[in-house]
């Protein structure tokens, strides 16, 4: 296969390549490995809300939650936290969290050191 080949199927395996709301959750000391929170979000009227659903600001959502590892800008690992319309049940999905923060803090990954976000002084496109 050419490169681009590959390129091509490694992104389109990426579970977080559909994803609507990628945040940087962490960084190692050497800032060579980052974790990564992702939600894939579903929209639209009459869908069916799973409970214990809430984004980053504390909001009930529907979708998806991933928690991914970086290492070098490199994928290490992905976690599928809550699954949808299989909805994931809260005692499963903080198992699955406890897992990623487990390996999170395995990789020397600081769920602390979150980052400055920089907002864009002009359109970041």
């Known amino acids: 296969m050419t490169?681009?080949?590959?390129?091509?199927?490694?992104?389109?395996?990426?579970?977080?390549h559909q994803a609507d709301v990628v945040q940087v959750?962490?960084?190692s000391a050497d800032e060579t490995k980052f974790s990564v929170r992702a939600f894939e979000l579903e929209e639209g009227d009459?869908?069916?809300?799973?409970?214990?659903y809430i984004d980053h600001q504390g909001k009930a959502f529907t979708g998806k939650l991933y928690i991914a590892a970086?290492?070098?800008?490199?994928m290490v690992k992905t976690w599928l936290i809550q699954n949808y319309p299989d909805c994931t049940p809260p005692e499963t999905a903080k198992k699955?969290?406890?897992?990623?923060?487990?390996?999170?803090?395995?990789?020397?990954?600081?769920?602390n050191a979150t980052g400055t976000q920089v907002p864009c002084a002009k359109s970041c496109d």
């Open 25 to 27: 959750t962490g960084w």
């Open 96 to 111: 699955y969290l406890s897992e990623a923060k487990a390996k999170l803090a395995e990789l020397g990954i600081d769920l």
């Open 46 to 52: 009459g869908l069916p809300e799973c409970k214990g």
């Open 70 to 74: 970086y290492d070098k800008g490199e």
């Open 3 to 16: 490169p681009v080949v590959l390129l091509l199927l490694s992104s389109l395996l990426n579970p977080l």
